[in-house]
């Protein structure tokens, strides 16, 4: 097993991050968010390197990463795309997104494009059962998703950077939800702006 090491910085950033805490282990998550940003991905020598770290084993390590999506025990592309797949997403057309991301990328969930451009994954809900079928890509939502709305945003990821922290959701209408609006407004306006308008009403 070849050894993991990180930059200097980020040994600094993950050691100052430990000091924070008054248990090793409870800096788990934030420690494994700096391995992954450094390294793309966590790999086994990573998860050693981190349980070393932390003072616990790297199978402890594993099924914190192994159970939260937002890590990879794999390089991931550029673009990871996490079509939510449980229920509401499901019976809202979430099977038609994925479809039409794999005939366009020519891949399966849990397999990334031979560019590594794009990684295709299917998750569980992601909190955002009320605009669903949603998609989270790297760190933004995508919601109310259509096939459609697949292909323009493949091309327009394809041809642009992603940005670290872009957390801003995207949420496209759905003309079809309007007898939905007219019953619970509120609670759409909430998922649209977070809570500020609706909360200032
Ligand atoms: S079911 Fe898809 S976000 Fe909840």
Same mark, same amino acid.
């Given at each position: 097993m070849t050894p993991f090491a990180l930059p200097e910085s980020a040994v600094a950033e993950v050691d100052r991050t430990i000091a924070l805490y008054p248990e090793r282990q409870a800096a788990m998550l934030p420690v494994l968010w700096t391995v992954q940003r450094e390294a793309g991905w966590i790999s086994p020598e990573a998860m050693v390197w981190v349980g070393e770290r932390l003072g616990c084993s790297a199978a402890a390590v594993q099924a914190v990463v192994t159970f939260y999506?937002? #890590?990879?025990?794999r390089p991931v592309g550029r673009w990871k795309l996490q079509v939510c797949r449980t229920l509401s997403c499901e019976l809202m057309g979430a099977r038609a997104v994925i479809d039409r991301i794999r005939e366009r990328l020519g891949i399966e969930p849990g397999e990334t494009t031979e560019d590594g451009e794009f990684t295709l994954q299917e998750v569980e809900c992601l909190a955002s059962c009320g605009t669903a079928p949603m998609m989270q890509c790297n760190l933004k939502f995508y919601e109310n998703l259509t096939p459609e709305r697949i292909d323009a945003l493949l091309d327009e990821l394809r041809g642009s950077t992603p940005r670290p #922290?872009?957390?801003e959701p995207v949420i496209y209408e759905r003309p079809d939800l309007d007898g939905y609006r007219a019953m619970f407004p509120r609670t759409l306006e909430r998922a649209r702006t977070g809570g500020a308008e609706a909360e200032a009403k």
């Open positions: 999506t937002m #890590f990879d025990e #922290f872009d957390v």
